[in-house]
């Protein structure tokens, strides 16, 4: 059973800022919130690793509220080549290792 | 970071074969798991590689089906037996160094089963 829920889908055009929310209503105390994105043909990239508060690098932004319940990945000014599967992942929740993926959200940028 | 090598990148095989995918890693690693996507879904994770003992696998996945070795901390292989086009994914390889770290992807092998 998946940890998270995102939406399945988003459409964005370029340039615009994109931010994709994953819900995470069971996270454990010692789970960490990890983003990866997948490009079709590819194994998943590492995107952002965050526990609370705020977490920035030079490709995203992510925002943890205090409860941690929940958590949004920002993609500044997204291109054409930011078309692709976004994936929200925490731990599973046993304080192990696993990463139990979600369905993903696809997301579209349109020029 | 990890750099990670998967052989075959590809391959058709005939149903009631099997198939041995390779997953070599360029540094050690604590964790290393196998994970299956069909075609357009998520990624499903098979089972976890323990160097030096029986991996542990996921619900729905047995080891008759899919043996696994890891003979150390760098190598890992998965055997899909007895295929039946069902079969017929990507197969990948992760690894982490750590609990809550980073998890590195292979580019996966896509197993065709006709």
């Known amino acids: 059973l998946a940890k998270t829920t995102q939406p399945i889908s988003m459409d964005s055009y370029e340039g615009q800022e994109v931010n994709i929310t994953c819900s995470h209503n069971?996270?454990?105390?010692?789970?960490?919130i990890t983003w990866y994105q997948q490009f079709p043909s590819q194994g998943p990239r590492f995107i952002i690793q965050g526990y609370k508060t705020k977490v920035t690098n030079e490709v995203a932004s992510l925002f943890i509220p205090a409860d941690r319940k929940s958590s949004t990945l920002s993609l500044p000014r997204v291109s054409l080549s930011d078309t692709a599967v976004y994936y929200c992942l925490v731990g599973d929740g046993t304080g192990t290792y696993k990463y139990i993926f979600g369905t993903g959200t696809r997301l579209k940028v349109l020029a | 970071s990890a750099v990670i090598s998967q052989k075959p990148s590809r391959d058709i095989c005939q149903r009631g074969t099997s198939l041995t995918i390779q997953c070599q890693v360029d540094s050690q690693v604590t964790m290393m798991f196998w994970y299956r996507q069909q075609p357009g879904q998520s990624l499903t994770l098979i089972a976890t590689?323990?160097?030096?003992?029986?991996?542990?696998?996921e619900s729905g996945f047995v080891i008759d089906k899919f043996p696994i070795s890891r003979p150390n901390l760098t190598f890992s292989t998965l055997t899909v037996s007895n295929m039946s086009p069902e079969d017929s994914s990507i197969y990948l390889c992760?690894?982490?160094?750590?609990?809550?770290?980073?998890?590195?992807f292979g580019q996966g092998t896509r197993l065709t089963v006709v």
């Open positions: 992760s690894v982490q160094k750590t609990t809550n770290t980073e998890a590195f």
């Open positions: 590689a323990n160097q030096g003992s029986e991996a542990t696998y």
């Open positions: 069971n996270i454990a105390t010692n789970d960490y």
